[in-house]
C-alpha cells in the first residue's frame, strides 16, 4: 500500500503535455534537487555513476540508492531525512556530467507546479508550436 505522503508527491508530479510550447533551457541547476520526489536511476545510470565517482557499482548502490517505492528499481536518497538529494555537495551536483536521465529531463518532460519559482529557466518558443 502506497504511503500518504508517496501518493501526495505522485499527483504533484506533471508530464508536460505532448506538443510542449516551450523547451526550457536552464540558467540554475539544483533548484530541482531540493524539491521533494523520486529520481529514478537504471541500471546503466548506475554503472556510469559509480565509474564517475570512482566507486564499485554495489558500494554506490549501496551508499546512494534506495528501493522505489513501487519496488520496480532504485533512486537515489535523500539527504539526512530531508528533500534534497544526497548528491547534492553544497548548492552543486556531484554528477552533473552523468546526472540520470530523470535529472535530465526536467521540466521539459516532467515538472512540478510551482517549478518556475524554483528554478531558473529560459522558455524558448517551439517552431510550429502555438
Same mark, same amino acid.
Given at each position: 500500500?502506497? =504511503? ?68 520496480? =528499481? ?53 517552431? =510550429?508550436?502555438?
Amino acid at each position: 500500500m502506497m =504511503g500518504a505522503r508517496q501518493g501526495h508527491l505522485r499527483n504533484l508530479l506533471h508530464p508536460v503535455p505532448e506538443k510542449p510550447r516551450y523547451h526550457y533551457v536552464f540558467q540554475r541547476f539544483t533548484a530541482c534537487c531540493k524539491w521533494a520526489g523520486t529520481v529514478e536511476v537504471k541500471d546503466s545510470e548506475i554503472a556510469q555513476i559509480a565509474s564517475f565517482l570512482g566507486m564499485a557499482e554495489h558500494e554506490f548502490i549501496q551508499e546512494f540508492t534506495r528501493i522505489r517505492s513501487n519496488r520496480m =528499481g532504485l533512486s537515489l536518497i535523500d539527504k539526512h531525512s530531508s528533500s534534497r538529494r544526497i548528491i547534492l555537495d553544497g548548492d552543486q551536483c556531484r554528477i552533473q556530467k552523468v546526472k540520470p536521465v530523470r535529472c535530465c529531463g526536467f521540466p521539459n518532460t516532467w515538472n512540478f507546479p510551482g517549478w518556475e519559482k524554483e528554478c531558473e529557466a529560459i522558455a524558448v518558443p517551439i517552431k =510550429g508550436q502555438a
